[in-house]
Structure formats: C-alpha cells, structure tokens
C-alpha cells in the first residue's frame, strides 16, 4: 500500500538530505520518482542539501494542481513510484490534499520533507494539513542543538543574531547567516528570545554566570 509520510524537524536537522538519500536509495533499487520543492534556498526548482548536493526539482507554485498534472503524465504513459516533496511546508492545503489523493487514487509514495512551524512558532499551512492527512509523521533523528547543548525544538528568525518575532511568514534564508537568518533553539530560550548572540552579551534574562540561562 502507498504511503503519505511527512518527515519533520526543524530547520538544518538533515531533512534535505534524508530527502535526497530517500531519492538516490528508491533509483537504486529501481524504482521511478519525480522530486518537488519549493523556494529552496539555492534558488528555483533545485533541492540542495547543507552537505553540498543539489539536484534538479519541479517547483510547486500556489497555483499548481499536483493531482491533475501526475493524472495526465501518468495516463500519457508515464511510470511513477515515489515522490520526493521537499519544503513541504510551503504548499498550499489544497496541494498537500492532492499528494493524499496521489497515495489512495495512483497508488504512488509520497515523502513530504519540511519544518513544522514558522519563527512564531505557528504552524505553516502545509505542514497542518500534512499532519492532519499522513499515514506516518518521522521526527528526523539527528538532533540540532541550541546554543546552550538542549534539543533545539524552534526555529527563531534572527536580524544580526537578534531574535525577532515581527515579519512575513515566508523569508527565505539559512542558519548562521547575518543580517536576516535564523537559529535553532530550545523552546526556553525561544520564549525568552535568547539567541546565541544575546546570551553571550548578557540578557536581561540571562543568569550571570554563563551560559546557564
Ligand atoms: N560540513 C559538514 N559536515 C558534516 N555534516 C554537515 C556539514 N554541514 C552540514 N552538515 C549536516 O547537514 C545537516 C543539515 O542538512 P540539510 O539537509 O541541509 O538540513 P535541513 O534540510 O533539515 O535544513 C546538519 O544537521 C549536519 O548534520
Ligand atoms: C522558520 C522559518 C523558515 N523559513 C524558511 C527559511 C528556509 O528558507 C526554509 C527552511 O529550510 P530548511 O531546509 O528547513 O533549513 O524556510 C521561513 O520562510 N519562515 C520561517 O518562519
């Protein structure tokens, strides 16, 4: 039986690169896929992993009807086994209903590959819909950390290392960048807003003794 399997963390857990093992194990073992994404860092309609792979993909705009475009190419001939649907949490509701449709009415594999929640802790709309609809929700096992060595849970938007919780939802951007990035932290410091940078100068929330807060 086809399967939808949503697999989550937070941001630069590996789930790029889980996505594109999944990809390279699934055509080992001969079998066809298509790969999807949407605004991926390294630009349009790539996939690209943190450890340096980039490989070509399909962009799902707002607009595009997933369902009914596999429907045509498959009924034009086409084979198709697995999807690969990276930044998931960037399509639409209506989307993430036609990958469900794509699993019971094709009979293809889908595995969605994305964050959770935004640098306000909601959830994306493709990422609500995706736990709502999976048959399976994998919580990626490599664990990225705060700074201050807890399980980081929260992905914090961050203007020159300092957090900041005003903004539209969707701002492209990497970890560990300057100016506008962003940062991993434990949900405790998420809500005392303390990013790598402010403890280390101290703030208000800050024990003075280190990195003890
Ligand atoms: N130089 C490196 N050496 C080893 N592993 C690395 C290196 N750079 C990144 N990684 C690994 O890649 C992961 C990020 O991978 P990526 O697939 O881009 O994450 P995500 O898609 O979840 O944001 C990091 O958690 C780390 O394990
Ligand atoms: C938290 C948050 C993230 N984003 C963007 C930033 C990145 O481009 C992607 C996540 O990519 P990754 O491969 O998981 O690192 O999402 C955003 O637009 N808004 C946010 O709130």
């Known amino acids: 039986m086809a399967e939808l399997v949503f697999f989550t963390g937070t941001m630069d857990c590996g789930k790029s690169t889980l996505a594109l093992q999944t990809d390279y194990n699934a055509r080992q073992g001969g079998r066809v896929g298509r790969i999807f994404t949407s605004h991926d860092r390294a630009g349009n309609a790539v996939l690209s992993s943190r450890l340096g792979l980039t490989v070509e993909a399909t962009e799902v705009r707002p607009g595009l009807d997933l369902l009914q475009m596999l429907v045509r190419e498959m009924t ?7 999807l690969i649907c990276d930044e998931a949490q960037f399509y639409t509701a209506a989307q993430i209903e036609q990958l469900a449709r794509v699993v019971d009415d094709l009979g293809v594999d889908v595995y969605a590959f994305g964050i959770l929640s935004d640098f306000r802790t909601k ?87 280190g990195q003890s807060a």
């Open 123 to 209: 959830l994306f709309e493709g990422s609500a819909r995706l736990i709502e609809l999976a048959d399976r929700v994998e919580t990626l096992q490599v664990q990225a950390l705060c700074w201050c060595g807890k399980r980081a849970t929260h992905n914090a938007r961050t203007i020159d290392g300092v957090m900041v919780t005003e903004g539209e939802q969707l701002v492209v951007g990497d970890t560990h960048t300057l100016a506008v990035g962003y940062e991993v932290l434990c949900r405790r410091h998420h809500r005392r807003r303390v990013t790598a940078k402010t403890a280390g100068a101290g703030s208000p929330d800050t024990l003075p003794f």
């Open 76 to 82: 034009a001939g086409a084979r198709l086994d697995y």
